[in-house]
Structures are given as C-alpha cells and as structure tokens.
Nanobody, 124 residues
Framework: QVELVESGGGLVQPGGSLRLSCVASGRTANRYAVGWFRQEPGKEREFVAAITRSADRTRYADAAQGRFVISRAGTGSTVYLQMNRLKAGDTAAYYC?????????????????WGQGTQVTVAS
C-alpha cells in the first residue's frame, strides 16, 4: 500500500514556474515508478511525465518536453515536477501516481495508487 500526497500547486503568471512535489509513504514507497498526470474539468486525465523507481529513466508527454523536468529525491520517496515557461494551457489539476511496473507507463489505468491532486492555474 502506498499513499501519495501532492503539493506545490497555485496561481502563476504565464511564463512563470512552479515545482510540484509528490511524497510517497509506505514501507515500499521508493520501489514504485511515479507518473504525473493532469486533468481539466470535463476532459480525460492525461499523462505528463514519469520516472522509474531508480530514477535512471524519464519520459515526457510532447506538451511537457523541454519545459518540465521530473526528478526523484535521494531516498526515492519524493518526486518533483519542475514546470517552467508555463502557459494557460497547462492549467489543470495535477496528480501523481505510482506503478509497480518497471516500464514508464502513460495510461492512467496502469497506475494503482493516486494522490488527491493539486491545482495549477496559469493566468495573468
């Protein structure tokens, strides 16, 4: 069992930056791959980025490539999503999720554990 808690969301102007945090608790929390997803009201949840449990590989959605960076703290239980050059289109609720697989998965249904989400709003 893994519990995930996100933080770091808020209101930011276009072009600004935010860093989201995802803290995983549980005895084996650092053994899971972690992904970030986002969801706008009325739309499907979409993949943003993922990192392996050993942090040796990452994967990004096209919309995040070059602007967002996913990383993992030394102990492996905290995963960050650094978001730069934010746009209005990045406005959404952001969720982190954990998967026991070794692959970097992009479908929400491949993740067993989810946090409660943190809202990111990009507006001037």
């Amino acid at each position: 069992q893994v519990e995930l808690v996100e933080s770091g969301g808020g209101l930011v102007q276009p072009g600004g930056s935010l860093r989201l945090s995802c803290v995983a608790s549980g005895r084996t929390a650092n053994r899971y791959a972690v992904g970030w997803f986002r969801q706008e009201p009325g739309k499907e949840r979409e993949f943003v980025a993922a990192i392996t449990r050993s942090a040796d590989r990452t994967r990004y959605a096209d919309a995040a490539q070059g602007r967002f960076v996913i990383s993992r703290a030394g102990t492996g239980s905290t995963v960050y999503l650094q978001m730069n050059r934010l746009k209005a289109g990045d406005t959404a609720a952001y969720y982190c999720a954990a998967s026991s697989g070794i692959a970097l998965l992009t479908r929400p249904r491949d993740y067993a554990y989810w946090g409660q989400g943190t809202q990111v709003t990009v507006a001037s």
